[in-house]
Protein backbone atom coordinates (compact mmCIF):
# COMPACT_ATOMS: atom_id res chain seq x y z
CA UNK A 1 0.00 0.00 0.00
CA UNK A 2 0.69 3.21 -0.56
CA UNK A 3 1.53 5.62 2.41
CA UNK A 4 0.70 9.38 2.90
CA UNK A 5 2.08 11.10 5.37
CA UNK A 6 0.82 14.53 6.18
CA UNK A 7 3.05 17.69 7.87
CA UNK A 8 1.86 19.05 9.98
CA UNK A 9 -0.74 17.04 11.94
CA UNK A 10 -2.12 20.41 13.30
CA UNK A 11 -1.29 24.53 12.49
CA UNK A 12 -2.36 27.40 14.57
CA UNK A 13 -2.91 29.93 12.01
CA UNK A 14 -5.18 33.53 11.60
CA UNK A 15 -7.44 34.62 9.62
CA UNK A 16 -5.77 36.17 6.40
CA UNK A 17 -2.41 34.18 7.08
CA UNK A 18 -1.02 31.74 3.93
CA UNK A 19 -1.31 28.49 5.37
CA UNK A 20 0.37 25.57 3.72
CA UNK A 21 0.05 21.86 4.50
CA UNK A 22 2.14 19.15 3.20
CA UNK A 23 1.70 15.96 1.78
CA UNK A 24 4.16 13.15 1.17
CA UNK A 25 3.93 9.66 -0.63
CA UNK A 26 5.87 6.34 0.00
CA UNK A 27 6.30 5.84 -3.74
CA UNK A 28 5.77 8.03 -7.01
CA UNK A 29 1.83 8.59 -7.63
CA UNK A 30 2.28 10.96 -10.25
CA UNK A 31 -0.57 13.45 -9.34
CA UNK A 32 -2.93 11.08 -8.50
CA UNK A 33 -3.98 13.21 -5.58
CA UNK A 34 -6.75 15.18 -3.96
CA UNK A 35 -7.14 16.95 -1.03
CA UNK A 36 -10.53 17.01 0.89
CA UNK A 37 -11.77 19.94 3.91
CA UNK A 38 -13.59 17.94 6.86
CA UNK A 39 -15.55 19.24 9.56
CA UNK A 40 -17.61 17.77 12.38
CA UNK A 41 -20.80 16.31 11.28
CA UNK A 42 -20.47 17.35 7.44
CA UNK A 43 -20.07 15.87 4.35
CA UNK A 44 -16.08 15.91 3.72
CA UNK A 45 -15.64 18.20 0.94
CA UNK A 46 -13.19 17.64 -2.22
CA UNK A 47 -10.74 20.61 -3.08
CA UNK A 48 -8.45 19.78 -5.27
CA UNK A 49 -7.97 16.74 -7.55
CA UNK A 50 -5.06 15.56 -10.01
CA UNK A 51 -2.79 17.40 -7.55
CA UNK A 52 -3.50 21.27 -8.81
CA UNK A 53 -7.40 20.91 -10.49
CA UNK A 54 -9.45 23.06 -8.66
CA UNK A 55 -12.81 21.71 -8.24
CA UNK A 56 -15.74 23.66 -9.16
CA UNK A 57 -17.19 25.97 -6.57
CA UNK A 58 -13.99 25.85 -4.42
CA UNK A 59 -12.91 29.63 -3.69
CA UNK A 60 -10.03 30.12 -5.78
CA UNK A 61 -7.97 31.06 -2.21
CA UNK A 62 -7.05 27.16 -2.44
CA UNK A 63 -4.48 25.99 -4.42
CA UNK A 64 -2.54 21.98 -5.29
CA UNK A 65 0.80 21.81 -6.61
CA UNK A 66 2.95 19.05 -6.81
CA UNK A 67 4.00 16.18 -8.55
CA UNK A 68 5.49 12.37 -8.03
CA UNK A 69 6.07 12.37 -4.15
CA UNK A 70 5.56 15.87 -2.70
CA UNK A 71 2.13 17.60 -2.71
CA UNK A 72 1.04 21.23 -0.93
CA UNK A 73 -2.43 22.45 -0.20
CA UNK A 74 -1.70 25.93 -0.31
CA UNK A 75 -5.00 28.78 1.49
CA UNK A 76 -3.16 31.87 0.39
CA UNK A 77 -5.34 34.22 2.60
CA UNK A 78 -7.46 32.31 6.09
CA UNK A 79 -10.65 32.58 5.92
CA UNK A 80 -13.22 32.10 9.26
CA UNK A 81 -14.65 29.24 7.37
CA UNK A 82 -11.48 27.50 6.15
CA UNK A 83 -10.76 26.31 9.90
CA UNK A 84 -11.06 22.51 9.53
CA UNK A 85 -9.19 19.08 8.88
CA UNK A 86 -7.67 18.68 5.37
CA UNK A 87 -6.60 15.41 4.02
CA UNK A 88 -5.12 14.23 1.44
CA UNK A 89 -5.70 11.11 -0.54
CA UNK A 90 -3.14 9.08 -3.84
CA UNK A 91 -5.41 7.42 -6.40
CA UNK A 92 -2.20 5.77 -8.59
CA UNK A 93 -3.12 2.58 -7.49
CA UNK A 94 -5.48 0.65 -4.97
CA UNK A 95 -5.89 0.11 -2.19
CA UNK A 96 -7.09 4.17 -2.22
CA UNK A 97 -5.13 5.60 0.67
CA UNK A 98 -5.44 9.34 3.14
CA UNK A 99 -3.13 11.01 4.54
CA UNK A 100 -3.65 11.60 8.83
CA UNK A 101 -5.04 14.97 8.11
CA UNK A 102 -4.24 18.27 8.92
CA UNK A 103 -6.65 20.40 11.64
CA UNK A 104 -6.00 23.63 10.78
CA UNK A 105 -6.81 25.73 14.21
CA UNK A 106 -7.62 29.06 15.37
CA UNK A 107 -4.44 31.08 16.50
CA UNK B 1 -27.34 18.68 -6.60
CA UNK B 2 -26.27 14.89 -5.78
CA UNK B 3 -27.01 14.34 -2.06
CA UNK B 4 -26.22 11.21 -0.48
CA UNK B 5 -27.40 10.24 2.68
CA UNK B 6 -26.36 6.82 5.11
CA UNK B 7 -28.40 5.08 7.25
CA UNK B 8 -28.24 1.70 9.40
CA UNK B 9 -27.92 0.78 13.18
CA UNK B 10 -25.87 2.75 15.16
CA UNK B 11 -25.03 0.32 17.39
CA UNK B 12 -23.73 -3.35 16.37
CA UNK B 13 -22.89 -6.40 18.49
CA UNK B 14 -18.89 -8.33 18.33
CA UNK B 15 -18.71 -10.98 15.89
CA UNK B 16 -22.18 -9.55 14.03
CA UNK B 17 -22.23 -8.04 10.72
CA UNK B 18 -22.34 -4.05 9.98
CA UNK B 19 -25.00 -3.38 7.34
CA UNK B 20 -25.43 0.47 6.06
CA UNK B 21 -26.95 1.59 3.07
CA UNK B 22 -27.02 4.85 1.14
CA UNK B 23 -29.11 6.19 -0.42
CA UNK B 24 -28.35 8.94 -3.75
CA UNK B 25 -30.57 11.80 -4.45
CA UNK B 26 -30.32 14.41 -7.19
CA UNK B 27 -28.43 11.79 -9.87
CA UNK B 28 -28.14 8.46 -11.21
CA UNK B 29 -26.00 5.47 -10.04
CA UNK B 30 -25.40 4.96 -13.90
CA UNK B 31 -21.95 5.50 -15.07
CA UNK B 32 -20.11 6.00 -11.71
CA UNK B 33 -18.39 3.79 -8.73
CA UNK B 34 -19.66 4.18 -5.39
CA UNK B 35 -17.45 3.49 -2.76
CA UNK B 36 -17.00 3.40 1.07
CA UNK B 37 -14.73 5.09 3.19
CA UNK B 38 -14.16 4.76 7.37
CA UNK B 39 -13.04 7.00 10.12
CA UNK B 40 -11.81 5.12 13.42
CA UNK B 41 -11.96 8.30 16.26
CA UNK B 42 -8.96 10.35 16.02
CA UNK B 43 -7.55 8.48 13.17
CA UNK B 44 -7.31 9.17 9.00
CA UNK B 45 -9.98 7.72 6.39
CA UNK B 46 -9.82 4.44 5.30
CA UNK B 47 -11.28 3.51 1.94
CA UNK B 48 -13.10 0.03 2.54
CA UNK B 49 -14.22 -0.29 -1.53
CA UNK B 50 -15.94 0.56 -4.21
CA UNK B 51 -18.73 -0.66 -6.85
CA UNK B 52 -19.98 0.63 -9.48
CA UNK B 53 -23.12 0.63 -11.54
CA UNK B 54 -22.59 -2.82 -12.92
CA UNK B 55 -21.82 -4.73 -10.04
CA UNK B 56 -17.97 -4.75 -10.55
CA UNK B 57 -16.44 -4.23 -7.37
CA UNK B 58 -12.61 -3.04 -5.64
CA UNK B 59 -12.36 -3.87 -2.03
CA UNK B 60 -9.32 -2.50 0.65
CA UNK B 61 -7.43 -5.88 0.93
CA UNK B 62 -7.43 -5.08 4.61
CA UNK B 63 -10.83 -5.76 4.61
CA UNK B 64 -11.79 -8.25 1.66
CA UNK B 65 -12.30 -11.46 3.57
CA UNK B 66 -15.13 -9.42 5.54
CA UNK B 67 -16.69 -6.86 3.11
CA UNK B 68 -19.23 -6.80 0.27
CA UNK B 69 -21.02 -4.30 -1.39
CA UNK B 70 -24.36 -4.45 -3.74
CA UNK B 71 -26.32 -1.83 -5.26
CA UNK B 72 -29.96 -1.35 -5.98
CA UNK B 73 -30.68 1.04 -8.94
CA UNK B 74 -34.46 0.52 -8.97
CA UNK B 75 -33.95 2.25 -5.31
CA UNK B 76 -31.08 4.46 -6.43
CA UNK B 77 -29.25 3.12 -3.23
CA UNK B 78 -26.12 0.87 -2.76
CA UNK B 79 -24.93 -0.86 0.55
CA UNK B 80 -22.05 -2.13 2.52
CA UNK B 81 -21.74 -5.07 4.93
CA UNK B 82 -18.85 -5.72 7.08
CA UNK B 83 -18.60 -8.97 8.76
CA UNK B 84 -17.35 -10.46 12.03
CA UNK B 85 -17.05 -6.87 13.42
CA UNK B 86 -14.54 -6.11 16.39
CA UNK B 87 -14.59 -2.82 18.04
CA UNK B 88 -11.69 -1.95 15.98
CA UNK B 89 -14.91 -1.37 13.31
CA UNK B 90 -15.88 0.98 15.63
CA UNK B 91 -15.97 4.55 13.14
CA UNK B 92 -18.11 6.98 11.26
CA UNK B 93 -18.92 5.82 7.59
CA UNK B 94 -19.06 7.62 4.52
CA UNK B 95 -20.35 6.75 1.62
CA UNK B 96 -19.26 8.40 -1.69
CA UNK B 97 -19.61 8.91 -5.54
CA UNK B 98 -16.01 8.44 -7.47
CA UNK B 99 -15.52 11.20 -10.20
CA UNK B 100 -15.59 9.99 -13.58
CA UNK B 101 -12.35 9.24 -15.02
CA UNK B 102 -10.74 9.76 -11.69
CA UNK B 103 -10.86 7.81 -8.28
CA UNK B 104 -11.21 11.09 -6.46
CA UNK B 105 -14.28 10.93 -4.26
CA UNK B 106 -16.64 13.93 -5.23
CA UNK B 107 -20.07 13.89 -3.35
CA UNK B 108 -19.89 12.51 0.59
CA UNK B 109 -22.43 11.57 2.56
CA UNK B 110 -22.28 13.44 6.26
CA UNK B 111 -21.35 10.13 7.58
CA UNK B 112 -22.70 7.57 10.15
CA UNK B 113 -21.34 6.79 13.44
CA UNK B 114 -21.34 2.67 14.39
CA UNK B 115 -20.26 1.40 17.09
CA UNK B 116 -19.33 -2.36 18.19
CA UNK B 117 -20.08 -3.11 21.51
CA UNK B 118 -22.31 -5.78 23.71
Known amino acids: DIQMTQSPSTLSASVGDRVTITCRAS??????LAWYQQKPGIAPKLLIY???SLESGVPSRFSGSGSGTEFTLTISSLQPDDFATYSC?????????FGGGTKVEIK | QVQLQESGPGLVKPSETLSLTCTVS????????WSWVGQSPGKGLEWIGS???????NYNPSLKSRVSTSLDTSKNQFSLKLSSVTAADTAVYYC????????????WGQGTLVTVSS
Open chain 2, 96 to 107: ARVISAEWALDY
Open chain 2, 26 to 33: GGSLTNYY
Open chain 2, 51 to 57: IDYRGNT
Open chain 1, 27 to 32: ESISSW
Open chain 1, 50 to 52: KAS
Open chain 1, 89 to 97: QQYNSFPLT
